[in-house]
């Protein structure tokens, strides 16, 4: 596969990544086609015109879906049955999705017909790609999928390709119809399981597991540093990163947490053995390691679960090309998958605590030794007193968002589809809850690089810490006078959520 800021991904034997779903979607990397996925396409499809040559009974081929899979399909009613699966599942309401997550749809969904379980059409799949390609998004509502394969979604932007409903093309939405003619494309022309084939899947959970996966693994770096600069300002003991100790209980993540903490200290006169102020801090403070490595373990089985749905065929049914046979399952089902993102939004809720936490005991001179508010100029002046608002409400969503979800919502489809994950409820909590984290790391790092300044030790950070600091004044001038704070946070919040400086 080519690296992420690559101009092209290549779908071929080695299966595209996560990082390249991110490029396709954010970057608009084009994606390219190799003979080894068409002759997969190709094989699979084989099996699929055996059958309908054959009339035996598949779901959704020549049986109706969900309830309906007691129906056998005429023969004469096979093509149009298609045309009206995504019809009859764009049933979705809300807002639209956000452009980004359009293309990572439609990039995953791509991704799963080249998996070749799918048995869709070699021109139906072009087309897809060619759409990506062009930049042609389907306008798709938010809401509507409970997981059980993403259906409204994916009906939505399906049926956009079909030439039906509106379609975003270059900034402006326009009916579907005109938007393929401008982009020198043709509606989408389903044949025999190929209208199914389109909507049966979770692109739009693993899509936005893709997405998220990304902005967490930024924000987790800078979480760090907003760590370890607050550290320096607190003069807190370094001795909870003493690799000694957490060997004694080596906890998921809590060693490796704090050898990047050590790393971003190196050459902090923090490091002294007579700078730590106390010979324990709070919890906050100490127990760092194991909260931010709990949340480092949680990202990377987060990490695991998305990368074996991306890979993976979970149509139903699905085609075994290489025995000639179609196959009813449950592979679809996302238990396992929404279970490691359901814990990864409880490990961040728990470090937004562990931040809340810290940022209001940085502004407190019981516990910090520094003026209150860390305002220099007395206590005629707010300095960060309000921000402690700010603050409280971030992590009280975040804990709140972080309640699970997943747990089976009611039965449908005449009871025949009576369990389902929820994925994309479970996804969109997560990237609400890594908006408002963002937040809370960018106040920290504000907060603690004012602190540092206050404490005098702005000329003694270690190397990493340093390039923080730097990183923060050269978008935020030191709170002297009182002034509005909103426009740094968004600031340095919008600058971290690109990525490492």
Same mark, same amino acid.
């Given at each position: ?27 608009h990397a ?10 997969r ?13 054959s009339?035996?009974p598949v779901?959704?081929?020549?049986t ?12 004469d009613d ?8 995504p019809?009859?599942?764009s049933?979705?309401? $809300?807002? @639209? ?9 439609m ?8 998996? &070749? ?11 897809l790609?060619?759409?990506?390609n062009?930049?042609v +998004?389907p306008?798709?509502?938010s809401?509507?999928?409970? &997981? ?7 009906? +939505? ?13 270059g900034?402006e ?6 938007a ?8 989408l ?5 190929? $209208? ?5 899947? %979770?692109?739009?959970?693993i &899509? ?19 760590i370890?600069?607050?550290f320096?300002?607190f003069?807190? %003991? ?11 209980r080596?906890a998921?993540?809590?060693?490796r ?9 190196s ?23 194991q909260v931010?490595g709990?949340?480092? +373990? ?5 990490r695991?679960?998305?990368e ?7 149509? %139903? ?7 000639g046979?179609?196959l009813?399952h449950? %592979?679809f089902?996302?238990?396992a998958?929404?279970?490691?993102w359901?814990?990864l939004?409880?490990?961040m ?14 502004m ?5 030794d520094? @003026?209150?508010?860390l ?8 300095g960060?007193?309000t ?6 409400a971030?992590?009280?969503?975040i804990?709140h968002?972080?309640?699970?979800v ?21 996804l969109?909590?997560?990237q609400?809850i890594?908006?408002r984290l ?20 702005s000329?003694?950070?270690g190397? $990493?810490?340093a ?20 426009p ?14």
């Amino acid at each position: 596969m080519s690296a992420i800021n690559s101009p092209s991904i290549t779908f071929s034997a080695a299966p595209p990544t996560i990082e390249d779903i991110a490029a396709v979607a954010r970057r608009h990397a084009r994606i390219e086609i190799s003979a080894d996925v068409e002759a997969r396409i190709a094989a699979a499809r084989a099996v699929v015109d055996r059958y309908t040559e054959s009339d035996l009974p598949v779901y959704g081929l020549t049986t109706g879906l969900g309830a309906g899979v007691d129906t056998r399909l005429a023969t004469d009613d096979l093509v149009a049955f298609q045309m009206r699966v995504p019809q009859a599942r764009s049933v979705g309401v $809300g807002k @639209p999705l956000a452009k980004e997550s359009v293309r990572a749809m439609m990039a995953v969904r791509a991704v799963g017909l080249a998996a &070749g379980g799918s048995g869709v059409s070699p021109s139906v799949f072009h087309g897809l790609v060619a759409a990506i390609n062009a930049g042609v +998004h389907p306008v798709v509502p938010s809401l509507g999928s409970i &997981g059980a394969a993403d259906l409204a979604p994916l009906a +939505h932007m399906s049926r956009g390709l079909l030439g039906f409903g509106d379609v975003e093309l270059g900034g402006e939405v326009l009916p579907a119809g005109i938007a393929l003619e401008k982009a020198g494309l043709k509606p989408l022309e389903l044949a025999p399981k190929d $209208g199914h084939a389109l909507v049966v899947a %979770n692109s739009l959970s693993i &899509g936005l597991a893709c997405l998220a996966l990304e902005d967490i693994e930024r924000l987790f770096g800078w979480s760090l540093k907003a760590i370890a600069i607050n550290f320096e300002a607190f003069r807190a %003991n370094v001795s909870a990163f003493d690799d000694r100790a957490l060997a004694a209980r080596p906890a998921f993540g809590q060693r490796r947490v704090a050898s990047e903490l050590m790393e971003i200290l190196s050459g902090s006169s923090l490091l002294a053995a007579d700078a730590a102020r106390r010979l324990q801090d709070p919890l906050s403070y100490r127990c760092a390691p194991q909260v931010w490595g709990a949340l480092r +373990h949680a990202i990377d089985e987060a990490r695991q679960a998305t990368e074996i749905e991306l890979v993976s065929s979970s149509d %139903n049914p699905v085609v075994i090309a290489s025995e000639g046979v179609i196959l009813s399952h449950g %592979n679809f089902d996302m238990t396992a998958f929404v279970l490691a993102w359901e814990r990864l939004g409880q490990a961040m809720a728990h470090c937004a605590a562990g931040t809340a936490y810290r940022i209001m005991k940085i502004m407190s001179p019981g516990m910090s030794d520094l @003026p209150r508010f860390l305002t220099p100029m007395g206590q005629s002046r707010t300095g960060f007193a309000t921000v402690q608002k700010t603050v409280s409400a971030m992590e009280a969503e975040i804990r709140h968002l972080a309640m699970p979800v997943s747990l089976s919502p009611i039965p449908v489809a005449d009871g025949v589809e009576d369990q389902a994950s929820m994925a994309p409820s479970v996804l969109a909590k997560a990237q609400a809850i890594v908006e408002r984290l963002r937040y809370l790391v960018a106040i920290e790092l504000i907060a603690s690089v004012q602190a540092v300044e206050l404490r005098g030790v702005s000329g003694e950070l270690g190397k $990493g810490s340093a390039e923080a600091y730097a990183f923060v004044r050269n978008y935020v001038p030191a709170l002297e006078e009182d002034r509005a704070q909103a426009p740094d946070f968004a600031t340095i919040a919008a600058l971290i959520g690109l990525g490492p400086q």
